[in-house]
C-alpha cells in the first residue's frame, strides 16, 4: 500500500490523480487539500475517505465541516491546514497540484517532514527552487517531476551518466496561437486563449502555454530539477506533443520519452516511480502520426519565453517578479481587464522596475510577489 496526500485535489492536475488512484487499489488517500470548491471536496471525501482534508478558504472549510459531519474525516483550512496535508504522519508522498507560489511553504515542510515529492506545482519550483532542491538533498528527499516535459527528461536520464549531459531539450507545443504576430495576438480573448490545441489543463497554465510562459516557467524548473545552466537548455516546437522532451548527451546521442499527450503517465510514473504500472487509453500509433516536425520557438511575437531566460539568468528574487507578474496579470486578463498583449508588458515592467535580492529566503519571496502585485495595481 502507498499512501499519499494531495494539494489541489479538485483542479485539473488533482483530478486526473485521483482516476490513478481509482485504478490502483494499492494506492491510498489520506488528506486532500484544495481553494474553496466544497462540492467537488465533498464528493472526494465520499469516495476516497480520507482522513483529514483541508480547504483554504475558511468559510468554505466550515461548510464542508457540516456537509460531512457523518464521516470520520477532519477537517482543516489555510496555511496551517495546507501544512497538515503535507506532513501528515500516513503520508509517504505529496502530490503539489495547487496552482502558484501558495505552494512553497507546504512543500517545504514536506521536505522536512521527509516525504517524497511529486511535483506538478512549477511556480514553487521556479520561486524558490535555491531552497528547495538543497533542501530536497539534505533530507535525501526524492522530488519526481509530474510536468510532462520533466517527466520525459527524467526518464530520459534513467541510466544515463549525468556528468555526461550537454543538452536539455525542451519541447513546446507551441500553443494555440504559434505563427501568429503581435498584430494578430492583439484582439485574443479569454475564450480563444482558454483553448489549447493537444492538452486539457487548469485555465492559469492553459493561459501561459498559449504566451509561451509555462515554457519560460519549465525551462526554469529544468534548470533547478536537474541542475544544468540555461545555456544548456533549449526550446524545441514541437506541434504534435509526441515527443514530450529530450536529452542530448555529449557523444551526439539523444533520449527521447514519447507517448500520447495525457498527464495521467507522467502522473503515474512519479507514484510509482521506478516501477511502470499498466494503464488504461489510447497508445501511440505511428502509422496514424505520419509524421513528427520541429520549429524554433518565436520569442519576438511571444516575448514570455525571452523574458523567462532573462529572469532565469539574472536569478535572485527576479523569476518570482516574472512568476507573480504573470499570475496577476493572467487574472487581469481572465477577469477581462487587461488584454492578451498586456500580459508580457506587465511581466517586462515589473521584471524592469526590480531590483534583485540574491537568495531570497521564504519571507522575501513573499514580500517580492506582494510588492509586485502591488506596483501592477498601481500601474493598471
Ligand atoms: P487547476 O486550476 O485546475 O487546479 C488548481 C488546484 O489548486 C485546485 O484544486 C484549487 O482548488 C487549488 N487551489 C487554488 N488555490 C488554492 C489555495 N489558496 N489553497 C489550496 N488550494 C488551492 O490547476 P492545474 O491542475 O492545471 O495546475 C496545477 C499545477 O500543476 C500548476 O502549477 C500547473 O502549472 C501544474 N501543471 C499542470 C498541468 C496540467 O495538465 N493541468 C501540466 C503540468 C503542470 P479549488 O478547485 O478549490 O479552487
Ligand atoms: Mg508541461
Redesign the pocket.
Known amino acids: 500500500m502507498k499512501r499519499i496526500a494531495i ?8 483530478l ?1 490523480t485521483l482516476e490513478i488512484v481509482r485504478d490502483n487499489p494499492d494506492l491510498q488517500v489520506v488528506a486532500l ?5 466544497v462540492n ?2 465533498e464528493e472526494q471525501i465520499r469516495e476516497f475517505k480520507p482522513l483529514l482534508a ?3 478558504d475558511e468559510g468554505a472549510a466550515r461548510d464542508l465541516k457540516e456537509r460531512v459531519a457523518d464521516t470520520d474525516v477532519q477537517v482543516a483550512y489555510g496555511m496551517d491546514g ?1 501544512i497538515a496535508a503535507a506532513v501528515h504522519p500516513m503520508a509517504e508522498v505529496l502530490v503539489t ?4 507560489m ?2 512553497i511553504r507546504p512543500t517545504i515542510a514536506a521536505i522536512e517532514a521527509g516525504k517524497t515529492i511529486a511535483l ?4 514553487t519550483l521556479v520561486c524558490a527552487g535555491h531552497l528547495i532542491m538543497p533542501l530536497a538533498r539534505e533530507r535525501k528527499v526524492d522530488i519526481l517531476p ?3 516535459e520533466h517527466s520525459a527528461i527524467f526518464q530520459s536520464m534513467n541510466g544515463e551518466p549525468k556528468n555526461r549531459i550537454s543538452k536539455i531539450l525542451l519541447t513546446a507545443s507551441g500553443g494555440p496561437f504559434r505563427g501568429k504576430t503581435k498584430e494578430q495576438l492583439q484582439n485574443i480573448r479569454p475564450e480563444d486563449a482558454l483553448k489549447h490545441p493537444n ?7 492553459t493561459i ?1 502555454s498559449s504566451t509561451l510562459v ?1 515554457k519560460g ?1 519549465e525551462v526554469m524548473e529544468a534548470r533547478w530539477l536537474f541542475d544544468v545552466d540555461f545555456s544548456r537548455i533549449q526550446v524545441v516546437v514541437h506541434p504534435q506533443s509526441i515527443i514530450h522532451s529530450m536529452v542530448e548527451y555529449e557523444d551526439g546521442g539523444i533520449m527521447a520519452q514519447l507517448g500520447a499527450p495525457d ?1 495521467k503517465l507522467p502522473i503515474q510514473y512519479a507514484l510509482f516511480y521506478p516501477d511502470r504500472r499498466p494503464m488504461k487509453g489510447k497508445k501511440l500509433d505511428f502509422y496514424d502520426i505520419g509524421q513528427l516536425t520541429f520549429e524554433k520557438p518565436d520569442m519576438e511575437n511571444f516575448e514570455g519565453l525571452r523574458l523567462a531566460y532573462k529572469a532565469g539568468e539574472t536569478g535572485g528574487s527576479m523569476p518570482v517578479v516574472y512568476n507573480a507578474a504573470n499570475e496577476k496579470a493572467v487574472r487581469l486578463f481572465l477577469d477581462g481587464k487587461i488584454s492578451y498583449l498586456r500580459i508580457t508588458e506587465i511581466i517586462r515592467a515589473c521584471m524592469e522596475e526590480h531590483r534583485k535580492t540574491d537568495n531570497p529566503d521564504v519571507e522575501q519571496i513573499l514580500r517580492t510577489e506582494q510588492e509586485t502585485y502591488e506596483y501592477i495595481e498601481k500601474l493598471y
Open positions: 494539494l489541489g485535489s479538485t483542479g485539473s492536475i488533482g486526473q487539500a484544495a481553494g474553496s470548491n467537488r471536496m483541508v480547504l483554504w495546507l497540484a495547487v496552482v502558484g501558495i505552494g506538478a506545482n512549477k511556480e509530474v510536468d510532462s492538452w486539457s489543463m487548469g485555465p492559469k497554465i501561459d509555462n516557467l498527464m
